[in-house]
């Protein structure tokens, strides 16, 4: 899929996330449907959070040769319910205008930098066109997490 094609996509992921979430009856959207997973709120508030480390890694793709990450690891690094008490429409407006920014970032790629290639301890392999194509599947399953357990019947989630 063409790099174009793809910051597309990314440009339509914050009105996607807002219309699921708007979706959803208040009374669940902090509800863990799930023993030990997160809520719809939590998972959105995560891809706004997230968007912060994102568009810091393909800063330093763009600024430095072979960059080496640190791994992300949310609920490792902060308490389990950091997410749950973040102000939902706070986090959606900071996602939009963070895409926004990460977008622009990567308009001014030259041909170069989308081939930099970077050390990250969970990947065999990372550089921005992967890490690109790992940041839309990333909003895609948490979005995809978020309308199941808005969509999906309790006695179903329960199942092993």
């Not at 622009?104 to 990250?120: A, M, P, Q, S, V």
């Amino acid at each position: 899929m063409h790099i174009n094609k793809k910051l597309e996509i990314l440009a339509a992921a914050p009105d996607l996330l807002e219309e699921l979430i708007t979706e959803v009856p208040e009374e669940i959207l902090k509800v863990r449907r799930i023993k030990g997973k997160w809520s719809i709120h939590e998972h959105a508030c995560h891809l706004a959070e997230a968007q912060r480390m994102i568009i810091g890694r393909f800063k330093r793709f763009k600024q430095e040769k072979n960059p080496t990450f640190v791994p992300y690891l949310p609920g490792k690094t902060v308490p389990d319910d950091n997410l749950a008490k973040m102000d939902l429409q706070e986090q959606l407006a900071d996602f939009r205008k963070n895409r926004l920014v990460m977008i622009d970032i990567l308009k001014n790629y030259t041909k170069e930098e989308w081939l930099n290639e970077g050390n990250h301890p969970e990947y065999k392999s990372i550089n921005p066109l992967l890490w690109l194509r790992h940041v839309l599947m990333h909003d895609h399953f948490h979005m995809y997490r978020i309308e199941e357990l808005f969509l999906t019947n309790e006695e179903y989630l329960r199942k092993p």
